[in-house]
């Protein structure tokens, strides 16, 4: 069921969270399904309800930094807790801190590794939501597994429907596009999952940062098993716009179109074009992509066609969602 964010029911949000039931929840990058993660029936029912394999663990969500403690256990490594101090200042924020996990987060949330990932959200009605409820909360994304990630709380009632207890509507999503995932275990911070927080800001606050796919093999911080190569992907087969060889075109194609004023009639007669942004602004493309798939996913097409950008800074996490995407229908 879908509610308004009023005091009432955030307070209702939170007591059946420590009931053990399930909440999705607004953040301002996409929304979460929310369990109390300290209790291990509430955490299974995240999994069945988006059909996750439990080898992806999820993240978990506080309101505020001395609730860090409660989640992650900062003296079993000086050095994480060191490179914490660091990046600090981006909570709260689209910014998710994998660190060494307390025995009081349940194992199956981390899907049985010694790390757990943590973030505080920047959004009011979770912060709210989180501050009430005084417990940590695991939350993944409110999806399907490997569906494209919510940014309304339609999306959610469309994705999940009865299997989510209560659902908090706090309008779209202002960032869209999910947190930026980081080890701070190991020889080198590792940047797991690209986001809003960029490769380049984080490279200027933790130097010795590597990319996931650039570290060496001997690194001993575990990588992220949610980070499938083809994952995010609607019904609808979809490609990117340079990935297509003019020989081959469907009946019905829709385009998703980064900006404004591009020869769009080149290539072939599109069904239908969204334009994420008048001027291409990679915030704006990011902010209204997941929904622009969602609504072409629902329009019967043939192909959905999607541009791309340089994957550097923001285009970097939207190009790592586009290729994961776009995997399942590309050669390779
Ligand atoms: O923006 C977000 O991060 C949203 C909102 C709801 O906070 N949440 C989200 O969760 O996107 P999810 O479950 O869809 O993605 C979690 C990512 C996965 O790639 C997972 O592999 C990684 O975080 N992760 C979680 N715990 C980890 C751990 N202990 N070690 C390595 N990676 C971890
Ligand atoms: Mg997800």
């Known amino acids: ?13 939170a007591t059946l969270l420590c009931q053990g039931k399930l909440v999705a929840f607004p953040t301002e990058t996409v929304y979460g399904l929310g369990a109390d993660a300290t209790n291990e029936k509430a955490v299974q ?6 059909n996750r394999p439990t080898i992806n663990p999820l993240i978990v969500h506080v309101a505020s930094i001395d609730a860090v403690d409660g989640v992650a256990d900062l003296s079993a490594d000086p050095v994480a ?12 924020g689209p910014f998710s801190a994998v660190l060494p996990r307390k025995s009081s987060i349940v194992s199956l949330v981390s899907a049985g590794l010694p790390s757990v990932a943590v973030r505080i959200p920047n959004h009011p009605i979770a912060l709210s939501l989180l501050k009430e409820v005084k417990r940590p909360i695991a939350a993944p994304s409110a999806n399907p597994s490997s569906y494209v990630s919510p940014t309304t709380a339609r999306h959610v009632e469309a994705g999940l429907g009865a299997a989510v207890d209560l659902i908090l509507d706090g309008g779209a999503c202002p960032i869209g596009i999910e947190s930026t995932v980081v080890s701070l275990l190991g020889r080198h911070p590792l940047l797991l999952r690209p986001g809003f927080i960029t490769f380049e800001e984080l490279q200027s606050i933790l130097p010795d940062i590597q990319l996931a796919g650039a570290a060496p093999v001997e690194q001993d911080a575990p990588l992220s098993p949610g980070l499938l190569r083809e994952h995010y992907a609607p019904r609808t087969p979809i490609a990117l716009r340079t990935a297509l060889s003019e020989s081959r075109y469907p009946a019905r194609v829709g385009l ?6 591009d020869d769009f009639t080149g290539n072939f007669d599109y069904s239908v074009i969204r334009i994420l942004s008048q001027s291409g602004q990679l915030t704006e493309v990011a902010a209204n992509l997941f929904a622009a798939i969602r609504e072409l996913d629902q329009m019967q097409l043939d192909l959905i066609v999607v541009d791309s950008c340089p994957a550097i800074g923001l285009g970097r996490a939207i190009m790592d969602r586009l290729v994961r995407a776009t995997a399942k229908f590309s050669p390779g």
């Not at 998703?256 to 004023?261: H, K, M």
Request: proline share 11%; charged share 25%; aromatic share 8%.
């Open 1 to 13: 069921m879908i509610v308004p964010p009023t005091p009432e029911n955030i307070s209702l949000a």
């Open 45 to 50: 029912k995240i999994f069945d309800a988006k």
């Open 81 to 92: 807790a060191e490179r914490l101090k660091k990046v600090l200042h981006l909570w709260p």
């Open 256 to 261: 998703i179109a980064f900006r404004a004023g």
